[in-house]
């Protein structure tokens, strides 16, 4: 199957193998399980979707039917404000990596939606539209300059 994120009405379309019989696993609209703001969307190898924006709840996870599992920063300690993502990606360990445009920085979360990990931009001029990390764990960053950054994560 084949998954597309819509901008106007935000939607998380699937298609068949065949790019047939389009189906909204997740539908616009603000609040938990919906999407307002979204930037992209990432599959894990456990079949969840990630899904990455500017709305009120920067990034999501749901099942493969659309089915809402949890947001990002749901169980944080402390007051959470707001931030937009634009780019989200998911590495071999099935950490979930989302860029933070408003304060320059890479989220990384674990399936539960907890906040793992924070690691800052390699420049203020790093302003992701896309990210994908590669077998051998290194993380491309695409920007909206069309420039490409290169990150080494090692086995972290």
């Known amino acids: 199957s084949f998954l597309v994120l819509t901008d106007s009405p935000e939607q998380l379309i699937m298609f068949d193998s065949n790019w047939a019989r389009p189906r909204i696993i997740v539908k616009s609209g603000s609040g938990k399980g919906k999407l307002i703001g979204a930037a992209a969307c990432a599959e894990l190898p456990s079949s969840r979707l990630a899904v990455a924006g500017s709305g009120d709840y920067p990034v999501q996870l749901f099942d493969r039917t659309g089915r809402f599992i949890t947001a ?50 390699s420049s203020p001029a790093v302003r992701p539209v896309d990210m994908a990390i590669t077998s051998d764990n290194q993380l491309f960053v695409m920007n909206d300059n069309g420039r490409i950054d290169i990150y080494d994560l090692g086995e972290q």
Do not use: C, H, M
């Open 72 to 121: 990002g920063d749901w169980n944080s300690a402390t007051p959470q404000s707001s931030w937009t993502a634009s780019a989200i990606t998911v590495d071999y360990r099935e950490r979930i990596w989302v860029a933070d445009l408003t304060n320059l920085k890479f989220r990384l979360y674990d399936l539960t939606g907890t906040l793992i990990d924070v690691r800052p931009f």
